[in-house]
């Protein structure tokens, strides 16, 4: 077939496809997900695995954000709108960005608040640098209140990590604060690709709507 003047003389027929967009990264790997799906034959339903699913999940990353949320819905059959439902129920889990390495929650409920809670918030926020709600700058720690911990035996308290602590006063929480210090490492903002610093410059401004700061009582 004769070529009109200008055409291109190249076979469009031999053109190669064009390339496909590379998908995105999975945030719930291999190994996560076997674990979640270690839950399966122990529950009724898939709906009942995904309380015990955004635990295992939020231990491995320090938080849940929303691609995860859609993966496990995907994976247990779910839409994600049911998956957020449990998870926006409970005020533990955080999706905006994760939690330091060690997350401290202060018990603030009546009790606690009563025999000076709140006193030792502001103490632990002074001494850290930063606000409740916030991860200090090496993302070491994380400070939160909680608005009840069940611990009314042994107010004050607060949980870090996994460790409960109980009838404390300031004595007792500088303590801790410098065992912390020396033995919780500072987070690998590298390779999670998180700088805490600018997280928490960001979370420094977002102030209004806030319930607490610490601000410590007048004295």
Known sequence: MSK?????????????????????????DDSLRRRIEEFYPRYPTRRAVVLPALHLINEALGYVPIAAVAELA?????????VQDTLTF??????DRPTGRLRIMVCRSISCSA???????????????????????????????AECLGLCDMAPALLAGDEVH?????????RLIDQWMQSVEAAPA???????????????????????DCQGPSR
């Open 4 to 28: 009109r003047p200008g055409e291109s003389t190249v076979d469009k027929a031999a053109a190669p496809p064009p390339a496909e967009p590379l998908a995105a990264a999975r945030i719930l």
């Open 74 to 82: 995907e994976m247990l059959g779910l839409t994600p709108a049911q």
């Open 90 to 95: 409970y005020g533990f889990f955080r999706q």
């Open 115 to 145: 025999r000076g809670g709140e006193e030792l918030l502001a103490h632990l926020c002074r001494r850290l640098g930063i606000r409740p709600g916030e991860t200090t700058a090496d993302g070491r720690f994380t400070v939160e209140f």
């Open 166 to 174: 109980g009838c404390l006063d300031r004595e007792k929480l500088d």
């Open 190 to 212: 590298v390779a999670a690709n998180i700088d805490f610093a600018e997280t928490s410059l960001l979370a420094a401004t977002r102030k209004q709507g806030r319930d607490a």
